[in-house]
């Protein structure tokens, strides 16, 4: 075959393909300019917020260990010190575990229901370095691993909480299993119900911008039940029980306060003008209260304690944990001089009436604390009083809404935890034998001690 005879027949077979492939062809240029702009509108994280939120989630683990760990730790008699370093921080490593098998498809696992987050992100399936999670502005997204491990450490903060109410008596083994079946049926579900998009709470129209009924009303709740099933300190009332570190307590204090900065403005979840109005009402509202309690112990004993002050700052970030995004700084102060004053009715004169034996005072602060702060939010969040509220804002409307969103709360964690209490009780039991009390936790239940004469 000549090559003109040759050319002539590629060019009639060309011809022929270009006629059969003339319908993909014209459909893929159709197409190309539709992928094109899908993939431009799909929003991409900015770098800026990305990073933000990873120093947010370093500053939320740091409450933990050491800030939670040493602020539990000064506040019990020096041979239990350990032991409640040990909770903290197994604690603290369970539910990182815990969190990422089953615990963030729990909670936020995509499903309709209004108390279940459903099964489809177990084992963090479907979670890629490419998945995003949504923030509170449209069209901005944060990875969905940063978000994944931001609630990460606030579920593995709050069963933490819980342990300072029983501290000094109660079995490591109780621990570890209560703090499994509380965050499976109280702490995944109340979560789901106030932050996620289906929740009920979140519907209701309740604001909780940082967990004042997640992580506070839930864990003073549980604290007061514990240390009412739990029973009391053998000795209590007779023995001296005074903190045996008050320095070891303010450290911690100090760094629940420098850690919060991170709890409260990276509930945000972007760097913006919110994450700041929540870092100004963190310094503020603690503040106040720190001041405000310092008054009323001036007032009550005719002294101010450092024990006191620290109570006040605990007080005052637990109150402003709901409101920091959406209140005004002056809302902020007025919130941390209220909370101090009832908190302190409640440690100093609620508890003895009652008699219960809240080692930690984890009701007292975080439990009242975190009511005061969710009716508080629904309060100051008025534009007129220095909030963020639209102009058609109800002050009397969403009081109703915050009051109901605490009530199930209190409800839910209360009847829950009482009943994973019992269940405790009979499967390992609650508490340590009385010899093993007297010789305290940490050599009895980890064989070690804190110092050494």
């Not at 008699?77 to 963030?104: D, E, F, H, P």
């Not at 129209?205 to 004042?212: E, M, P, Q, R």
């Not at 709740?221 to 009332?237: F, H, N, P, Q, S």
């Not at 629940?256 to 990276?266: I, K, Q, R, S, T």
Request: proline content about 3%; glycine content about 12%; hydrophobic content about 55%.
């Amino acid at each position: 075959m000549s090559f003109s005879k040759f050319s002539t027949a590629l060019g009639l077979v060309g011809a022929a393909a270009t006629g059969l492939l003339a319908p993909v062809i014209a459909f893929a240029q159709e197409a190309a300019p539709a992928a094109t702009e899908a993939a431009a509108a799909a929003p991409v994280p900015e770098k800026a917020d990305t990073v933000f939120m990873f120093l947010a989630t370093l500053l939320v683990f740091f409450m933990l260990i050491p800030g939670l760990a040493l602020f539990y730790g000064g506040l019990v008699r020096a041979k239990n010190m350990l032991s409640v370093l040990m909770q903290c921080t197994v604690i603290g490593a369970m539910m990182m575990i815990v969190w990422v098998v089953y615990g963030y498809s729990f909670a936020f696992g995509g499903s309709t229901s209004p108390y279940f987050g459903g099964f489809a992100k177990l084992f963090l399936t479907g979670v890629t370095v490419d998945s995003t999670a949504a923030t509170f502005s449209d069209g901005v997204v944060i990875p969905e691993y940063i978000f994944v491990l931001f609630q990460m450490t606030f579920a593995a903060l709050t069963p933490a909480l819980i342990i300072g109410a029983f501290a000094e008596r109660i079995k490591f083994s109780a621990v570890l299993l209560f703090t499994i079946l509380w965050a499976t049926f109280v702490y995944f579900p109340i979560a789901h119900m106030v932050w996620d998009a289906n929740g009920l709470i979140f519907n209701m129209g309740a604001l909780d911008f940082a967990g004042g009924t997640v992580v506070h009303i839930n864990a003073g709740v549980a604290g007061l039940i514990g240390a009412i099933m739990v029973g009391k300190r053998t000795g209590y009332g007779k023995d001296m029980m005074a903190p045996h570190s008050m320095t070891l307590t303010l450290v911690g204090a100090a760094m629940l306060w420098f850690g919060w900065f991170g709890f409260n403005a990276g509930s945000n979840l972007e760097a913006s003008g919110g994450a700041v109005l929540a870092t100004v009402n963190t310094f503020l509202a603690t503040a106040a209260a720190i001041l405000a309690w310092s008054l009323v112990e001036t007032f009550a004993r005719g002294k101010a304690s450092l024990l006191g002050a620290a109570s006040g700052m605990i007080a005052g970030l637990v109150a402003v944990t709901p409101a920091a995004g959406s209140v005004g700084p002056m809302g902020a102060i007025v919130l941390g001089i209220i909370v101090s004053p009832v908190c302190y009715f409640f440690v100093s004169v609620v508890k003895h009436k009652f008699g219960y034996d809240d080692t930690a005072d984890v009701f007292g602060v975080h439990g009242v604390g975190g009511v005061i702060g969710a009716l508080g939010t629904g309060i100051f969040t008025a534009p007129w009083l220095g909030g963020t509220g639209a102009e058609d804002f109800s002050i009397a409307s969403q009081f109703m809404t915050q009051l109901t969103a605490v009530v199930i709360t209190i409800i839910w964690c209360g009847i829950v935890s009482a009943i994973l209490y019992k269940v405790v009780d009979v499967i390992v039991g609650l508490r340590v034998s009385v010899e093993a009390e007297r010789e305290g936790l940490d050599l009895s239940s980890h064989g070690e001690a804190a110092y050494h004469s």
